[in-house]
């Protein structure tokens, strides 16, 4: 591809389809058509919905790319998705591993490494050829509802060396790579997809922390670099991230040296849908130095039947304000170029890169999967044993409690496609792999144990499973399970462990609990690792990759 040769040929449509990464429902292909024949989009965001399976994904790209080559310059579609481990597609047919915060956990690069070329591996087999991570943000708000397990950890010296890894590891299996969100999303106690944020860190602070994993990302080669819709008070006061000159250029462009895609967090998100015009914003956005917009999130507050026509609305106005001179050609001309030379280094073709049946034997292969339960087992950690109930003998009874009431579960379908797509309660992995590993047990609900019709005989030891989940826009309700692990240590503190589905920033509300056992993840990997720990705790770690300041809990700041 000559990208200059092609910037000289394309008309300002053609220039401004590609300044634009657009989503589409799973029922409403034609919308994508639409798109990407008519308005020449040359990119989009993919969610679960639209690739539940990896043949689903295989078959969409394959059109996608269809719709792309009936086009006047045929140029190759970025396909991106959120295959970050906490959130996922193709699920649960793909490998997306415990999650960035148990490979946090590990303590070791190589897991990162490995972790990330799986991932990249699977989505690459079957056409999608961007990836939508690492989150490269130090987690230092326990209260951060949005990132969290999202996370490598807190330190920044750790999540810097993962992100570094992750970076490699998915260029290595095959796909751009896309750190986010830039500058920082860790110090937040709101989610951007509900409001807008405001991080109050001095600029040096900023420096030592949050900008220390993108500058390490970039030194790993990545590719493009994804904005947070946060205002940086110390940066710039009056703009979010997205919006902001003097974080896009003078920060990431020339401070870091970043000379690859700057792509906005989707536009869509409460904290630019609640205080900017959408239109307005998009041009503001491309002013500051975003060269590729974003809308994804289409489960958000608008009408499905207007999605296309809002997304055209804002193609329309990019046009609009070039042809103002609000838009200058020199702006868009840059930011093209940005894209095309992506598209060109990365290889991008209008086809997936294999063989049909090639590809769905590639996504969730049992190598794969090996490699999810190997990371998901070095991440377990024993915060706690001061019973010395672990490890627990073959023949030991188990009362097993879950403290999640099963209303809580409901929301975890309700994201359509966006987040974790895992529907299955972690609880009951965790029982199945129990079940699996022939352990001696009986079950007890949360309604059981608050309804005080739970109580353990003597010779059992109580498993308690605490779950959470990172759910875009809506909170995991987690009520009952401090209700339920209180209760139970209240009155059986030395027949209690805990096992943590989770992070353990939970430790907060019962700081005092005597066996505590971590997986930093949700995700299946994670619960059969546990179940395997508990019955051989030989090399497990006693670390975590963030603090819990309440239970005395120090984060690591770096690879052992």
Not at 506 to 527: G, M
Not at 541 to 552: D, I, L
Request: include cysteine; glycine fraction near 6%; charge should be negative.
């Amino acid at each position: 591809m000559d990208v200059e040769k092609l910037l000289g040929e394309m008309t300002i449509q053609e220039k401004v389809g590609q300044m634009f990464l657009l989503a589409f429902s799973g029922d409403r292909l034609d919308e994508a058509r639409v798109l990407m024949e008519e308005n020449m989009v040359g990119a989009a965001y993919i969610s679960n919905e639209n690739v539940p399976t990896p043949e689903a994904a295989y078959d969409l790209t394959t059109k996608l790319g269809q719709f792309a080559g009936n086009t006047r310059l045929q140029l190759p579609l970025m396909l991106g998705v959120d295959q970050e481990g906490a959130w996922s597609v193709m699920y649960p047919g793909s490998s997306p591993g415990p999650g960035n915060m148990a490979i946090g956990a590990t303590l070791d690069p190589d897991m990162a490494y490995k972790m990330y070329e799986v991932i990249g591996k699977e989505l690459h087999s079957v056409g999608l050829n961007t990836l939508l991570a690492p989150c490269a943000d130090c987690n230092s708000n326990p209260a951060n509802s949005i990132i969290g397990m999202r996370s490598f950890g807190e330190k920044p010296g750790l999540v810097g060396q993962m992100t570094a890894a992750a970076v490699h590891g998915a260029r290595t299996g095959g796909v751009i790579v896309t750190p986010k969100h830039f500058p920082g999303h860790g110090d937040t106690s709101q989610d951007s997809h509900r409001d807008l944020p405001t991080v109050a860190r001095s600029v040096e602070e900023l420096q030592a922390i949050d900008l220390h994993p993108f500058a390490e990302s970039v030194q790993a080669g990545a590719g493009m670099v994804m904005t947070a819709h946060i205002i940086f008070s110390a940066l710039d006061p009056d703009n979010p991230a997205t919006l902001s000159p003097a974080i896009l250029n003078d920060v990431l462009h020339d401070q870091m040296g970043f000379d690859g895609v700057v792509l906005s967090d989707s536009m869509n998100m409460m904290a630019m849908k609640r205080h900017y015009d959408p239109k307005e914003a998009a041009i503001q956005a491309f002013l500051a130095g975003v060269d590729l917009l974003m809308l994804a999130e289409e489960h958000y507050d608008h009408n499905a039947e207007q999605y296309l026509a809002n997304q055209q609305a804002l193609i329309g106005a990019a046009i609009e304000a070039n042809a103002a001179g609000t838009l200058p050609t020199a702006r868009i001309d840059e930011a093209v170029r940005r894209v095309l030379t992506l598209k060109a280094d990365a290889g991008l073709t209008l086809e997936p890169p294999v063989a049909k049946n090639e590809a769905i034997e590639i996504v969730g292969s049992d190598a794969h999967r090996h490699i999810e339960l190997d990371v998901a087992t070095a991440a377990v950690s024993i915060l706690r044993n001061r019973s010395s109930l672990l490890p627990l003998n073959a023949t030991q009874k188990i009362l097993l409690v879950n403290t999640t009431s099963r209303k809580s579960y409901e929301p975890l379908g309700a994201t359509r496609g966006i987040g974790p797509n895992q529907t299955d309660a972690s609880f009951d992995l965790f029982e199945a792999a129990l079940k699996q590993a022939n352990a001696i047990y009986r079950s007890r609900s949360a309604e059981d144990v608050l309804a005080a019709n739970a109580d353990p005989t003597e010779d059992e030891v109580i498993v308690a499973v605490t779950e959470n989940f990172p759910l875009p826009g809506m909170d995991f309700d987690q009520e009952s399970q401090a209700q339920v692990v209180n209760r139970l240590h209240d009155q059986y503190p030395d027949q209690l462990v805990i096992v943590a589905l989770r992070d353990p920033y939970e430790l907060r509300l019962f700081p005092d609990v005597n066996t505590y056992l971590c997986t930093f993840s949700f995700r299946k990997p994670a619960a059969e690792a546990a179940a395997s720990r508990l019955f051989d705790v030989s090399d497990t770690k006693t670390t975590s990759p963030v603090s819990v300041a309440a239970a005395g809990i120090e984060a690591a700041d770096r690879v052992l």
